[in-house]
């Protein structure tokens, strides 16, 4: 078994395996892959390094935490589809000790308040209505809102 450890291998399961361990098994590593990988978004004003949770650009920097930034990358993973709150809770929580499905609303709007400002006043997230959020990488024009408060 250490040899297969020391070939590359994360894990060792002797059979038999029981069913329930193996596909919880399996979830962590799907959850994993889809957040350890570096990832940089290219916004119209900024740049988001996802793994340090950095923005750059017009000479500010900005840090997003670490929930902030994997929302980030699950929006920008798929900027054509919308995804729902649900299927964002499930990337960032896995079906473990979850929040309320609020949180998404919460992360969304102190996220587009962060990124709005970097990006020169272009919202870089899309609210679909009754389907999710969608990552928009060119950035639009917020209707709805004419002045960008500072994050706190």
């Given at each position: 078994?250490?040899?297969?450890?020391?070939?590359?291998?994360d894990d060792v399961q002797p059979a038999p395996i029981d069913r329930n361990e193996?596909?919880?098994?399996l979830k962590m590593l799907a959850r994993r892959g889809v957040y350890n990988d570096h990832l940089i978004i290219q916004m119209p004003g900024c740049v988001l390094?996802?793994?340090?949770?950095?923005?750059e650009g017009g000479g500010k920097k900005q840090h997003l935490t670490t929930t902030e930034a994997r929302v980030m990358m699950a929006l920008a993973r798929e900027?054509?589809?919308a995804l729902s709150k649900d299927e964002l809770m499930d990337r960032l929580y896995g079906g473990e000790d979850e929040p309320e499905r609020k949180i998404?609303?919460?992360?969304i709007c102190k996220l587009r308040r962060k990124l709005v400002e970097m990006n020169g006043g272009l919202d870089v997230v899309e609210t679909v209505w009754g389907r999710g959020y969608r990552f928009v990488p060119k950035g639009f024009e917020p209707r709805y809102r004419k002045n960008v408060r500072a994050p706190r």
């Open positions: 078994m250490s040899l297969i450890l020391r070939c590359g291998a193996f596909m919880a098994r390094d996802a793994e340090t949770g950095n923005v900027p054509e589809r998404i609303d919460v992360l």
